[in-house]
């Protein structure tokens, strides 16, 4: 009997823990998809444009790690490589540059999350 409470415990942490962090990465996909959305609606490189993809892309620095455990390799590299570009982008003045890879970021995210949503 001890056997079947401990499965069942075991069973039910498990279920909360990847509901919690599916829960988390689908909170900082869209942070990410928020952040891009608002670069591609922009007029004119501010430093408010310019300050919130800095702080997106240490976001997504510190946060690489975990989200290779969920998230295809491939895609990740495609967003880092992205958020370095724009970065790059913004100091250059190139407006339609960073429109262009904040919309395939916003591809890559609605595809990660397209994903996650099967596997819900």
């Known amino acids: 009997m001890k056997n079947f409470y401990f499965s069942v415990i075991l069973f039910l942490s498990i279920l909360s823990g990847s509901f919690i962090t599916n829960h988390y990465i689908q909170n900082n996909l869209n942070y990410y998809k928020d952040v891009f959305v608002s670069v591609v609606n922009t007029e004119k490189i501010s430093e408010t444009v310019i300050m919130s993809v800095s ?3 240490e976001t997504f620095f510190k946060q ?6 969920f998230v295809s390799k491939e ?3 495609d967003i880092e490589t992205d958020i370095l570009l724009i970065e790059n982008y913004l100091s250059e003045d ?5 429109k262009e890879k ?4 916003i591809s ?3 595809q990660i ?3 996650m949503s099967k596997i819900d």
Not at 94 to 98: A, F, H, R, S
């Open 102 to 105: 904040s919309i395939e970021i």
């Open 75 to 77: 895609h990740i590299k």
């Open 55 to 57: 702080r997106a892309k």
């Open 108 to 110: 890559v995210i609605n």
């Open 94 to 98: 190139q407006l339609m540059d960073c």
């Open 64 to 69: 690489k790690n975990m989200l290779q455990l």
């Open 113 to 115: 999350k397209e994903y």
